[in-house]
């Protein structure tokens, strides 16, 4: 750049002192040399940079990871937040820590499931967005199925879909409002993130998400119970669930 800089202020000066027109064309010729260095120098950075198919398996890759991981913590935190709103249903005082602890009962067959269907989630999100919002829509009661009724690996998915299609109208607008709040939440994470810095744009977008989700997953214990009424599971059956989870 000091290179370019002296040629340009020589042929300045040539001007300002009424140089001879040979020596004005010798800078003249110095000079574009000096600045077409400077664009080759240019072009090899930027052929040097990711090209954009590079940077659009970047983001899959990223939207991959975010999804799978999000597809796995979500039902985790659901299923915490079944036994604490179950509790407090019964007039309990159950709290976060015992909440949690209360769920280690029920890990393995939740993980049993939580696992291949975050997998499918996390497939049809990043390559199709539609068919895995459907799939996530189907299994969209799974976590409080592995707590409640004690089921895990495939029986656990096939009972959420069969609970789903008794009521797919109300889990379509629960799934609705969580998609709306993840959307929120990546645009505000666009906003505030460089747009290069892909994963860490994932990584705040789903911190943001589950700083809101405790919200929609309330509603999904509920409305889980509440379609399980339907078939005769009252109170007294929350009761024996939290009873056989504390024993």
């Known amino acids: 750049a000091r290179a ?4 340009a202020k020589a042929l300045g000066d040539a001007y300002a002192h009424n140089a001879d027109a040979e020596t004005i064309a010798r800078l003249q010729r110095e000079n574009q040399g000096r600045l077409d260095d400077l664009r080759r120098q240019a072009g090899r950075i930027a052929d040097g940079g990711p090209s954009r198919f590079t940077l659009w398996m970047l983001g899959l890759l990223a939207a991959l990871v975010s999804a799978l991981t999000f597809a796995t913590v979500v039902p985790l935190v659901g299923g915490a937040l079944t036994i604490a709103v179950a509790d407090r249903l019964e007039s309990g005082q159950a ?4 909440s949690w602890m209360l769920l280690v009962g029920r890990l393995g067959g939740l993980l049993g499931a939580v696992v291949p269907a975050a997998g499918l989630i996390a ?3 990043s390559l199709w967005v ?8 189907c299994f969209a009661l799974v976590a409080q199925i592995a707590v409640i009724e004690g089921l895990g690996g495939a ?6 879909v069969e609970l789903v299609g008794a009521d797919w109208l109300r889990v379509a607008l629960l799934m609705g409002l969580f998609a709306a709040l993840t959307w929120a939440a990546r645009w505000i994470a666009d906003l505030i993130v460089p747009d290069r810095a892909i994963f860490l744009t994932s990584l ?3 911190l943001l998400t589950l700083a809101v989700m405790p919200l929609p997953l309330i509603a999904g214990a509920l409305l889980y119970l509440d ?6 599971f009252g109170d007294e059956q929350l009761r024996a669930v ?5 024993s």
């Open 227 to 232: 379609i399980r009424r339907r078939d005769g």
């Open 204 to 206: 705040v977008g789903d």
């Open 4 to 7: 370019e800089e002296a040629s």
């Open 123 to 125: 497939l049809g999100l």
């Open 155 to 160: 029986a656990a998915l096939r009972r959420s």
């Open 130 to 137: 539609i068919p895995g919002l459907v799939v996530a829509s």
């Open 95 to 98: 709290g976060w820590i015992e």
């Open 242 to 246: 939290l009873v056989t989870l504390r």
